[in-house]
């Protein structure tokens, strides 16, 4: 898994077959209904089914970045943005909040006890790649990557 920080310049190459933005409530309720979306989405995008290891990945990895973006990325009244790119051999999962002071953490294993703090850890493991960017003063876009394959559906 790879995590990186991304300038303009960097840009994966986004050849998009598919691509929808929707605005979630900054809420718990909003975080799962933009989970419930990624992988309705997903699975009928890619025709891979719900229980495959994929949408499980899609599924993950949305819920950590969606519950991050209304955890620790939002402003009272702001909403946050949820983005699927559907891609010729992976699925984009973007997350774009309204704190881009708020950068996500090095990724470093917790101790045991600890009840909070391990969702990045997930999203690097679900994950193939994921990063961050800032494009302007107002929003930063937290992103992940997942395969499309389905070797252990």
């Known amino acids: 898994m790879t995590h990186h920080h991304l300038t303009e310049e960097a840009k994966p190459s986004l050849a998009t077959t598919r691509q929808l933005t929707l605005r979630f409530s900054s809420t718990r309720?909003?975080?799962?209904?933009?989970?419930?979306?990624?992988?309705?989405?997903?699975?009928?995008?890619?025709?891979?089914?719900?229980?495959?290891?994929?949408?499980?990945?899609?599924?993950?990895?949305t819920a950590e970045l969606a519950s991050n973006a209304v955890r620790h990325g939002s402003l009272p009244g702001r909403d946050f943005r949820l983005t699927l790119h559907h891609l010729p051999d992976r699925f984009r999962v973007e997350v774009t909040d309204t704190r881009p002071e708020r950068l996500p953490p090095p990724v470093t294993p917790r101790?045991?006890?600890?009840?909070?703090?391990?969702?990045?850890?997930l999203v690097e493991a679900?994950?193939?790649?994921?990063?961050?960017?800032?494009?302007?003063?107002?929003?930063?876009?937290?992103?992940a990557e997942v395969r499309l394959s389905t070797t252990d559906s």
């Open 29 to 61: 309720r909003g975080a799962r209904l933009a989970r419930r979306l990624a992988v309705q989405q997903f699975t009928e995008w890619t025709g891979i089914p719900y229980d495959s290891d994929p949408a499980r990945a899609v599924a993950l990895v």
């Open 126 to 143: 679900y994950a193939d790649c994921w990063g961050h960017t800032v494009r302007d003063a107002y929003t930063k876009t937290v992103w």
């Open 111 to 121: 101790p045991a006890d600890e009840t909070s703090g391990r969702g990045l850890l």
